[in-house]
């Protein structure tokens, strides 16, 4: 594993277990296009709500002095919004993964070793600093394969063990992230409206896919909803970026049906039923 520092001008044995429960599981190959021929256009978004939830066995292992720079934790009025990035797009060999805390993070070995856990390699480690602190990005790998990660409930795997591990670590940022009421020492006092804050938008990208954009208040299981929602559409997740910022995660995702862009129909389809998936459940209901 390479490790560097550079300045940058711009711009992670946590989780054990991550299992969807549904009659028809999120496709292996989702994030790489995979549709199935049925016209989408006539699939009613609207149609019953299927239950979405998840069972997650976590187990958060003691913080140890690599975790915290320079050994200790840092005490400020301010906390920094922690932000981590899961990037499918620019390294075609590799899942790229970025964590930000202000000037707060240590170099994070608990955490590669975390991943390691998960069945991963982590090929490369850069550490960038600039005006806004230190980003942490990682090269990770399956280790089984050496290829990139692709299974969306790994994917999310991966997210929720840097949460943890950041929680755990840095206690600090529990009241600063979504996840903190789920299992952090502080839940967040500042609570997102999801349905104020559920955006959705399909972009016309090249002749070939499409570019959804989600924005929607973060929740353990997230990443594998988005992908699911889509995909029982028959609407293919080529590739693409999932960002947790705070209590907001941002997703943008390359999408395509039968290797061409979305028309018009077809993305109000994508639309409607993402909205509907993510709005606020009803009294009747127990889930997105």
Same mark, same amino acid.
């Given at each position: 594993?390479?490790?560097?520092?550079?300045?940058? &001008?711009s711009?992670?044995?946590?989780?054990?277990?991550?299992?969807?429960?549904?009659k028809?599981?999120v496709?292996? *190959?989702?994030f790489?296009?995979? =549709?199935?021929?049925?016209?989408?256009?006539?699939? %009613?978004?609207?149609?019953?709500?299927?239950? %979405?939830?998840?069972?997650?066995?976590?187990? +958060?292992p003691?913080? =140890?002095?690599?975790?915290?720079?320079?050994?200790?934790?840092?005490?400020?009025?301010?906390v920094?919004?922690?932000?981590? +990035?899961?990037d499918?797009?620019?390294?075609?060999?590799?899942?790229?993964?970025?964590?930000?805390?202000?000037?707060? !993070?240590?170099a994070?070995?608990?955490?590669?070793?975390?991943?390691? $856990? %998960?069945?991963?390699?982590?090929?490369?480690?850069?550490?960038? !600093?600039?005006?806004?602190?230190?980003?942490?990005t990682?090269?990770?790998?399956?280790? *089984?394969?050496?290829?990139?990660?692709?299974?969306?409930?790994?994917?999310?795997? +991966?997210?929720?063990?840097?949460?943890? $591990?950041? !929680?755990?670590y840095?206690?600090?940022? *529990?009241a600063?992230l979504?996840?903190?009421?789920?299992?952090?020492v502080?839940?967040?006092?500042?609570?997102?409206? #999801?349905d +104020?804050?559920?955006?959705?938008?399909?972009?016309?990208?090249s002749?070939?896919?499409?570019?959804l954009?989600?924005?929607?208040?973060?929740?353990? &299981?997230?990443?594998?909803?988005?992908?699911?929602? #889509?995909?029982?559409?028959? #609407?293919?997740?080529? *590739? &693409?970026?999932?960002?947790?910022?705070?209590?907001?995660?941002?997703?943008?995702?390359?999408?395509?049906?039968?290797g061409?862009?979305?028309?018009?129909? %077809?993305?109000?389809?994508?639309?409607?039923? !993402?909205?509907?998936?993510?709005?606020?459940?009803?009294?009747?209901? =127990?889930?997105?």
């Amino acid at each position: 594993m390479a490790v560097t520092m550079a300045s940058c &001008g711009s711009t992670l044995g946590v989780y054990t277990k991550l299992v969807a429960f549904e009659k028809q599981p999120v496709p292996k *190959s989702a994030f790489f296009g995979s =549709s199935f021929g049925s016209d989408p256009v006539k699939h %009613l978004s609207n149609s019953s709500k299927p239950r %979405l939830s998840y069972s997650l066995s976590t187990m +958060i292992p003691k913080a =140890s002095a690599t975790a915290i720079e320079d050994g200790s934790l840092q005490d400020s009025d301010v906390v920094p919004t922690p932000k981590v +990035i899961i990037d499918q797009d620019s390294d075609p060999n590799a899942t790229v993964v970025e964590v930000t805390f202000g000037d707060r !993070l240590g170099a994070l070995l608990d955490t590669m070793n975390a991943l390691k $856990n %998960l069945g991963l390699n982590v090929v490369k480690a850069n550490v960038c !600093l600039d005006s806004s602190g230190k980003h942490n990005t990682f090269s990770i790998t399956k280790a *089984s394969t050496g290829r990139k990660v692709e299974d969306p409930e790994l994917l999310e795997a +991966i997210r929720l063990t840097i949460i943890s $591990n950041l !929680l755990e670590y840095h206690p600090e940022s *529990s009241a600063q992230l979504a996840m903190g009421e789920a299992f952090g020492v502080e839940a967040p006092t500042k609570k997102l409206d #999801v349905d +104020i804050a559920t955006r959705v938008q399909v972009y016309d990208d090249s002749p070939d896919r499409s570019l959804l954009a989600v924005e929607t208040a973060d929740r353990p &299981g997230l990443l594998v909803d988005l992908v699911k929602i #889509v995909t029982d559409i028959n #609407v293919a997740v080529e *590739s &693409g970026e999932f960002d947790t910022e705070g209590l907001l995660a941002k997703a943008k995702f390359h999408v395509s049906y039968n290797g061409k862009a979305l028309i018009k129909p %077809l993305q109000q389809v994508v639309t409607n039923s !993402l909205r509907y998936f993510l709005r606020r459940p009803s009294t009747d209901e =127990s889930s997105f």
